[in-house]
């Protein structure tokens, strides 16, 4: 383990990143109605403006943990951080659609690294029985960053317009490259003698890609070819990944460690559950409530103010209690605040949605940080990178399919039209089922929290050692 004096600059770098990138996404949440209107967006390119981003992320996340792994973590996430910072230079001076496209999936690239390798340099440098506390510490930076992105961005796109929201964190990403370089010194390594598997990730990302591109397309009879390519190069992936020697996204961490796979499995649909919330909700208020930017902004943060209050204390508990415990209490506030929000209309009192953004803030917090815990005990030191990206892959692939779910269901009901009031009963219908969708997903993630087991069973670790 590491001295403290290089502890705690490690925690901050990694902390503040994470809360810019989170107040990166929270900010585009708000501010999208408003650039929807500049650049006369219909439905569906604006959906691809929030899901490009999240896309590359989740294609390039087990393949960014095997780099670090080999090359090494803190040179991955600074790149990373310098990566996401070009990013925002370009998409602050965006003038349409397709150039904001193009650099969110450049800042995409930027969170890969970031997240890819956060996690396992933490795990690399606290000592197992602090974790808890430092992952709801970084968890809570997140949450914060979703905290302020809300309501500073509705500031900022009233007042400043929209780009505004991207130049803001630019100054602080500045700030982190000159404490990585001046404060924290040394490298950590997983295994180097591992080789990327470029088949896997070229695979992998035609899925993610064909499916995603599909989706989008609906209801044309042209997607459903994209539709059916994604689906029919998963068991070839499957296939190809059971048989390389250094594949991308090994499955036999998942065969042979219960714990480690069905807490995976937890956070996938968890997060299908809560990917689209901002962004709904965001398009509720401004939309259909017909709030500024900056009240929207207000009301969504009592989400992010619980979320950060209760990640360290989650977090502080999961040291001393069963994960898993803790994680399934979140889940079934999560199923509860999504049951609030399947019956939002017009005429829906303001109190409702604030007591279900509650719900929602307290159970993300409770659930986060527990699972990220039970995850990463779960893996050996020398796996940490691989543990942390596929971890952080298993997040955005449920981030990725809530938002397929949005995307399909805009594209049904509303179509490829801009969001105006002769299309609002079609936005609430669709926004309902979509709420409702995600309280079914929610409650199979909660299903498989409880029924994970416990970190104390035997063959609860993996080792990249058992992989080969």
């Known amino acids: 383990m590491e001295s403290k004096e290089v502890r705690i600059p490690i925690l901050i770098v990694t902390t503040l990143s994470f809360v810019i990138i989170a107040f990166s996404s929270a900010s ?8 929807r209107t500049a ?16 896309l ?23 790149i990373g951080v310098g990566i996401f910072a070009f990013s925002l230079v370009f998409l602050s001076i965006s003038t349409h659609s397709a150039m904001l496209i193009v650099f969110r999936f450049v800042q995409g690239i930027g969170s890969a690294l970031i997240f890819a390798t956060g996690i396992a340099i ?11 506390v430092v992952f709801g510490i970084n968890v809570a930076g997140i949450y914060t960053g ?12 009233q007042h400043l317009g929209w780009k505004s929201v991207f130049w803001i964190g630019i100054p602080f990403l500045v700030i982190i490259l000159a404490m990585i370089f001046i404060m924290i010194k040394g490298e950590w390594y997983g295994e180097k003698e591992q080789k990327l598997d470029y088949v896997g990730i070229g695979i992998y990302g035609l899925i993610l890609l ?18 059916l390519a994604g689906i029919a190069l998963i068991p070839v992936f499957v296939f190809w990944e059971r048989r390389t020697k250094t594949p991308v996204l090994d499955f036999k961490l998942f065969t042979r460690s219960r714990y480690f796979s069905i807490s995976n499995f937890a956070a996938i649909f968890f997060y299908i559950s809560i990917a689209a919330i901002g962004y709904l909700i965001s398009i509720y208020l401004q939309n259909i409530k017909n709030y500024t930017p900056q009240i929207a902004g207000t009301i969504l943060i009592a989400q992010y103010i619980f979320q950060a209050l209760f990640s360290p204390v989650a977090g502080y508990i999961s040291d001393r209690i069963e994960p898993r415990i803790i994680a399934s209490v979140g889940s079934g506030l999560t199923v509860v605040g999504l049951l609030i929000f399947s019956f939002i209309n017009e005429g829906t009192h303001i109190a409702t949605i604030i007591i279900g953004l509650i719900f929602m803030g307290t159970g993300i917090a409770i659930f986060s940080s527990p699972n990220t815990k039970a995850i990463m ?3 050996e030191k020398e796996a940490y990178g691989s543990g942390s990206a596929i971890r952080a892959t298993m997040r955005l692939i449920g981030q990725n399919m809530g938002f397929a779910i949005v995307l399909i269901l805009f594209a049904i009901f509303i179509g490829r039209v801009e969001i ?17 969708i995600a309280s079914a997903a929610a409650f199979i993630g909660l299903i498989l929290s409880i029924f994970r087991g416990n970190s104390s069973e035997k063959n609860t670790k993996v080792k990249l050692s058992e992989e080969n």
Do not use: C, H, Q
Request: net charge positive; proline share 7%.
């Open 56 to 78: 590359i992320t989740a294609m390039l996340l087990v393949p960014a943990g095997k780099v670090a792994d080999i090359y090494g973590r803190k040179k991955v996430f600074t």
């Open 39 to 54: 650049l006369s967006l219909d439905a569906i390119t604006e959906n691809w403006i929030i899901i490009s981003s999240l």
């Open 420 to 436: 105006t009031p002769t299309v609002y009963p079609e936005l609430i219908k669709s926004t309902n089922i979509a709420f409702r």
């Open 146 to 157: 979703l905290m302020i992105g809300p309501l500073l961005g509705g500031i900022l796109t």
């Open 122 to 132: 933490l795990s690399s440098v606290f000592p197992p029985e602090k974790t808890g």
């Open 210 to 227: 064909s499916l995603m591109y599909g989706f989008s397309l609906l209801p044309e009879l042209r997607s459903i070819w994209f539709i």
């Open 28 to 35: 585009l949440n708000i501010a999208i109605p408003t650039i």
């Open 377 to 379: 005990s779960a893996v």
